[in-house]
Each structure stands twice: as C-alpha cells, then as structure tokens.
C-alpha cells in the first residue's frame, strides 16, 4: 500500500479491518475479533424480519464456533465511504459451512478511526437463503 492516494489506501485499510474481522470466524478466533470492534458499539442483526439488538461484543460471542465445522463468510463488491474518522463498508457476502453456500445478506459496517486504526463501531446486517429473492 505504500506510495497508494490516500482515499484508496484508508478504503484499503478500511476493507482490511472488514476482512480480518471476517477471518476470526474461519479462524474460530474470537479474541481477534474482539480486538477490530469497539466493544459497546452497537449491532441490529434482522433475522427473520426481526430486528435483533446487541453489542459487538454480543455479535462476536454469539457466533457458534464448531470444532468439525469450517466457516467461511466471503465479501463481494464493497462499497467503501469515507469523511475523516468516520467510515462505512456496504458489503454483500456468502457464508459457507463446510464449503457449502448456507445464506447470503448484506452487512453494513460502521467504523471509527481510533490512534490511526479502523475499529468496527457497529454493524446492520441481514441474511436469506441463496435462493430467496430479497
């Protein structure tokens, strides 16, 4: 990234602080996670049409890590905006367990610049089967 503009480095380091968060789920690495989020941020999960509320701290402990189970969230065509310290990823992805796609979404990833690094403030998403129209 060196020499990079920098609107294209900081959407860069933007999209990396996304991806290494999304690693600690296939990397079954909570405490990783724990380390790109403000804790006390805020989170709505809508599941099932039905808007879950909880920290990120609350995001990050509810994923179910399965030691047989290898879980892979893919992002696909982000869109990354920028004003100053303030940041935010719109980001559809897959999710795969064992290699099979398992639902599809949309996150929306709010991220303050902290001491010259990206935390994730808070997250919207949504998921539907792949076959289900959104």
Do not use: C
């Not at 789920?25 to 879950?52: C, F, H, S, Y």
């Not at 100053?84 to 897959?94: F, L």
């Amino acid at each position: 990234m060196t020499g990079m503009p920098g609107p294209i480095k900081e959407t860069e380091a933007v999209l990396k602080t996304v991806q290494d968060f999304l690693d600690g789920i296939e990397n079954r690495d909570k405490e990783a996670m724990l380390r790109l989020v403000l804790p006390d941020g805020g989170a709505t999960l809508l599941r099932d049409g039905q808007p879950l509320h909880m920290s990120m701290r609350g995001v990050v402990e509810r994923i179910p890590f399965d030691p047989d189970q290898v879980k892979v969230e893919s992002i696909h065509d982000p869109v990354v905006l920028i004003d100053g310290d303030i940041a935010m990823a719109w980001t559809p992805y897959e999710f795969h367990i064992d290699g099979q796609l398992h639902h599809v979404g949309t996150n929306i990833i709010s991220l303050l610049r902290r001491d010259g690094r990206w935390l994730i403030s808070g997250v919207a998403d949504n998921w539907r089967l792949p076959d289900e129209q959104p």
